[in-house]
């Protein structure tokens, strides 16, 4: 028994799940669409929060350098609106027809004998109170620090663990797949394995590299190859099995 336990434990596959992140990962940055999104950030940072055009870009930049994503920052640093509400403008407004159905992934994906977990009403502007996170950080003062968001996101921690009870994920055998490092280094400081995609150079601190999603079965094939061992090992067993029938 003991050794049919072991010999279980030989053949269990190394990932048992697989976490995507979305934007320029599971679609590449040349469909335009994650283009789209920051377009349309910056126009409900305009239209709906009235913040000055021209302070715009250095904002996002600041805020996502800060609080893992631009909505995250406006949140912490004092703009109230609803989550729907940024969604319905910003991802509800997409031109979704640039992306084109991609036959190639969704075989891979279909072909994957694993697990897959897909890793993303503005009252009118009252006057409010908002943080001045540029001048902060162009004068960083030692009294003064940056206002905690409520939002949680990559590549802060506390989104990995969430993530990790909702999927009822084991980070030691899931592959995490991403196109931001800053992501995956948090990613793999939580113990996943980590997958860059967008580029066929390996970086340090990441495990993996793909320039493209599509090259997952030539860079990774035990993902594969496990389960037709599994299925070989079935096969003979059962073999085995009815033989002795048969004599
Ligand atoms: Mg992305």
Request: proline fraction near 6%; charged fraction near 25%.
């Amino acid at each position: 028994m003991e050794n049919e336990d072991q010999y279980h434990q030989a053949l269990k596959p190394k990932y048992e799940c697989l976490l995507f992140d979305l934007d320029d990962t599971l679609y590449p940055r040349s469909s335009g669409l994650s283009a789209e999104v920051t377009k349309n950030i910056q126009e409900y940072m305009l239209h709906k929060l009235g913040i000055e055009d021209g302070k715009i870009p250095q904002l996002c930049v600041s805020l996502y350098k800060n609080y893992g994503t631009t909505m995250a920052g406006l949140k912490a640093i004092g703009y109230n609106f609803q989550y729907d509400d940024f969604h319905g403008y910003v991802h509800g407004r997409l031109p979704y027809d640039m992306l084109k159905p991609d036959p190639v992934l969704r075989g891979l994906l279909l072909s994957l004998p694993i697990r897959k977990v897909d890793d993303a009403d503005v009252d009118p502007i009252s006057r409010i109170e908002v943080f001045d996170i540029d001048k902060y950080l162009s004068r960083p003062d030692a009294s003064l620090v940056l206002p905690r968001t409520p939002v949680v996101c990559k590549p802060f921690e506390g989104a990995y663990e969430k993530v990790f009870n909702i999927a009822n994920i084991n980070p030691q055998r899931t592959l995490f797949f991403d196109d931001s490092i800053r992501n995956l280094l948090s990613g793999k400081r939580m113990g996943l394995h980590t997958v860059l995609v967008g580029t066929s150079h390996r970086t340090q601190g990441v495990d993996n590299a793909l320039e493209s999603i599509h090259n997952i079965r030539e860079a990774l094939p035990e993902l594969w190859e496990a389960e037709e061992e599994l299925e070989s090992v079935r096969y003979s067993r059962k073999v085995a099995i009815e033989t002795p029938v048969k004599a």
